[in-house]
C-alpha cells in the first residue's frame, strides 16, 4: 500500500493520479444507489438529514430543510465542534461560525458571534432580512439580538473543564479526525456541512461549526466563508468542506469543486482534484492534517474525497433512506 509520505511525494511530481486509481478498488465509493436528496458531513450527519427530510416532507422549502438540519448539532451540547457545549477559544470565549446559501446566490453567514445557539438561524436572517452576506463578531451578536434570537452561555461545563486541562500546557498540535475520535467514552464531531438537492435539481446548503479548539481569539475558519466552507451553485452542484479550515481556505476549495463539476467532473472527482490539489500545494504541511469534501449535482450524484481516511459522510435519499459510508482518500483505505 502506497504510503502517506509515498502520496505526498507522488503529488509534488504530478503522478498522484496514478497511485489514486491503483488503491481505489479496495475502498467503498459513497455515491447513492438512488439519486440522493440529501447528504451531509460525519456520521452525525445522519441525525441532522433527518430532520432535514422531515422539514421539507412537512412542506419545508429546500433553505428550511438544511437549516433545520444544521440546528440538530448546534442543540446538541455533548456535541464540542458545533453551537452549544462547543470548544472555546484559547481565551475561553465560544464564538460560532455559520452559513446558510442557495443555487439563486442567496446567501448569508455570521462569523466570531458569541452567545447565541443557532448561528444558522442567524446566518439566514443576515440572507434574509439585510442587504449584506456576512456579519461577525460583536455585530452579528448585536444583529441576533435585534431579530429576537434568545441568548446563552454557549460554554458547558465539559467545554470549560476541557479547556482549563488544555490551558496547563496550551499545545495545539492539529491532528486528522480528532474531532472524530472517542473521547471520555464518546464519539466527538466536526464541523456540519450539509446539502440537499430536490428533484427539480434546485439545491441549498448549510455550515455550521464552532471552529478550531482552543484557536486565537478572532479566528475565522473556512466554514462561514461562501466558496470555502460552502458553496452552492444553481444548475451545476453544490459541495461543503471539512477538517483544518485554513486549508480549505487557501484554495477556494468549495468554489473549486463546484468550478470543476461545471467543468464536466463528476462530484467524486471534483471532490478528489480539490483534495490533490492541496497536497501539491501544501506537501509535507499537511501531513496528518484531514481535509474533506462532500459535493452533490443536480442529478443527486454525490461524491466525497478527503487527505486522509477517516472521513465519513450521511446520504439521505429521497424516500428517506439514510446510509453512512466513509469517504475515499489520497493516502490509504476508507475506513468505516
Given at each position: ?61 429546500l433553505i428550511d430543510a438544511v437549516e433545520a438540519g444544521a440546528q440538530v448539532p448546534e442543540a446538541d451540547a455533548k456535541n464540542q465542534s ?28 455570521v462569523a466570531a458571534m458569541e452567545g447565541f445557539v443557532h448561528a444558522i438561524s442567524v446566518a439566514r436572517r443576515v440572507m434574509e432580512k ?46 486528522a479526525n480528532i474531532e472524530n475520535r472517542i473521547r471520555g467514552g464518546r464519539l466527538n464531531h466536526d464541523t456540519i456541512g450539509i446539502l ?141
Amino acid at each position: 500500500m502506497t504510503t502517506r509520505r509515498e502520496i505526498m511525494g507522488l503529488a509534488l511530481s504530478g503522478t498522484l493520479a496514478a497511485a489514486v486509481a491503483g488503491s481505489e478498488a479496495a475502498q467503498a465509493a459513497p455515491s447513492a444507489e438512488e439519486p440522493a436528496f440529501i447528504v451531509s458531513t460525519w456520521d452525525f450527519g445522519a441525525a441532522a438529514n433527518a430532520a432535514a427530510f422531515a422539514r421539507f416532507s412537512g412542506g419545508g422549502s429546500l433553505i428550511d430543510a438544511v437549516e433545520a438540519g444544521a440546528q440538530v448539532p448546534e442543540a446538541d451540547a455533548k456535541n464540542q465542534s458545533v453551537g452549544l457545549g462547543g470548544n472555546p477559544d484559547r481565551d475561553g470565549h465560544v464564538t460560532l461560525d455559520a452559513i446558510i446559501m442557495d443555487g439563486a446566490g442567496n446567501c448569508g453567514a455570521v462569523a466570531a458571534m458569541e452567545g447565541f445557539v443557532h448561528a444558522i438561524s442567524v446566518a439566514r436572517r443576515v440572507m434574509e432580512k439585510t442587504p449584506h452576506t456576512f456579519i461577525v463578531g460583536e455585530g452579528a451578536a448585536q444583529f441576533a439580538r435585534e431579530q429576537g434570537f434568545h441568548e446563552t452561555n454557549l460554554l458547558t461545563p465539559e467545554s470549560e473543564a476541557a479547556w482549563r486541562e488544555w490551558l496547563k500546557t496550551s499545545q495545539y498540535k492539529p491532528e486528522a479526525n480528532i474531532e472524530n475520535r472517542i473521547r471520555g467514552g464518546r464519539l466527538n464531531h466536526d464541523t456540519i456541512g450539509i446539502l440537499a438537492c430536490n428533484t427539480k435539481g434546485e439545491l441549498a446548503g448549510a455550515c455550521t461549526t464552532s471552529g478550531m479548539a482552543y484557536k486565537l481569539h478572532g479566528r475565522v475558519g473556512d466554514s462561514p466563508q461562501a466558496g470555502c466552507g460552502l458553496f452552492v451553485e444553481g444548475g451545476v452542484g453544490a459541495a461543503a468542506a471539512t477538517g483544518l479550515g485554513e486549508e480549505v481556505t487557501r484554495i477556494a476549495g468549495t468554489a473549486r469543486v463546484v468550478a470543476s463539476m461545471r467543468a464536466g467532473l463528476d462530484p467524486e472527482a471534483a471532490c478528489r482534484e480539490a483534495v490533490a490539489h492541496i497536497a501539491r500545494l501544501r506537501g509535507e504541511a499537511v501531513a496528518n492534517t484531514q481535509v474533506g469534501f462532500v459535493a452533490i449535482n443536480t442529478r443527486g450524484e454525490v461524491g466525497a474525497y478527503s487527505l486522509v481516511p477517516g472521513f465519513t459522510v450521511a446520504i439521505t435519499d429521497r424516500a428517506g433512506k439514510t446510509r453512512v459510508v466513509p469517504a475515499k482518500s489520497l493516502s490509504g483505505p476508507a475506513k468505516g
